[in-house]
Every structure is written in structure tokens, then in C-alpha cells.
């Protein structure tokens, strides 16, 4: 039985504005070169008192996400706030997912859904996500 090639790339991006620090990590993961899985990490950091009311606008902007997609297969989303730092965390199962059902999720929650679809070369996806100033790196997986 021939073994799928398992790959992976990861891709980050940093960016600030004059009150607010963002990193945005995207971790994908492929078989064949075909797209699978892909897991983002979005943490903003700022000051606990002066930033408060925007941390706490983002954190009930993804409670809401969490709550729309907590019965949808194949997506997973978390966030939490503590002392100016608010992390997101979204999983995506390419595999499970019924992307209408995921797609209306994100929309009724005023986000959006990942522009990726099982299946995606990863070729393309790290060629568009260089185009956006992420820097990415492959990283080959043990099979």
C-alpha cells in the first residue's frame, strides 16, 4: 500500500497599529499536495484598560462564531481574552465539513469563511498567501 506524502506549511504574519499588535498564524496541512486541514491562530495584543472595549468587541464577535459552528462537523473555534491578549483559534477539517452549512455559519456571525476548499494545491495556497506579505515555510511530516 503506497503511504500519502504528508506535507505541511505554515504561514505567519505580523502587523500593528498604533494600539494594537496582530499575529496571524496559519498552519495548513496536505496529502499529495492536496489541501486537508487548515488551522488559524489570530492573536491581538494590547493594553488591558485602553483597549479593553475593542478586545472585548473582537471576543463577543467570536463567541458568537464559536456558538454558530459548535454543531458543524469538521469546524472547531475557540477565543478567550486575559490582560489585553485575545486569541482565536479555528480548525477546519476540510474532509468533514459541509461547507454551506459553514459558509452560512460565518456569514450569520458577521465573519467569513476561509477561501480554501479540500482539495486545494498547495503550491497555489502558498503562492497567494506569499502575494499577501506571509511568510511561509514547508515542513514534511513523519509517515
Known amino acids: ?4 506524502k504528508l506535507l505541511m506549511v505554515f504561514c505567519e504574519y505580523e502587523d500593528s ?3 494594537l499588535d496582530y499575529n496571524y498564524s496559519l498552519k495548513f496541512d496536505f496529502s499529495d499536495n492536496k489541501l486537508d486541514e487548515l488551522e488559524y491562530l489570530l492573536e491581538i495584543r494590547g493594553d488591558a484598560n485602553l483597549d479593553e472595549a ?19 462537523k469538521g469546524v472547531s473555534v475557540t477565543c478567550s ?8 483559534k479555528q480548525t477546519l477539517v476540510y ?3 459541509n461547507q454551506d452549512a459553514a459558509i452560512t455559519a460565518y456569514t ?3 465573519g467569513i469563511y476561509p477561501d480554501y476548499e ?13 502575494a499577501s506579505g506571509y511568510t511561509c515555510e514547508r515542513i514534511k511530516a513523519l509517515t
Open 1 to 4: 500500500m503506497l503511504k500519502k
Open 17 to 19: 497599529t498604533d494600539t
Open 54 to 72: 475593542e478586545l472585548e468587541k473582537r471576543k463577543t464577535e467570536c463567541d458568537q462564531l464559536m456558538n454558530n459552528v459548535e454543531t458543524i
Open 81 to 88: 481574552l486575559s490582560n489585553g491578549l485575545y486569541k482565536q
Open 95 to 97: 474532509s468533514s465539513i
Open 108 to 110: 450569520e456571525a458577521g
Open 118 to 130: 479540500k482539495g486545494d494545491n498547495m503550491d497555489d495556497i502558498e503562492k497567494n498567501m506569499n
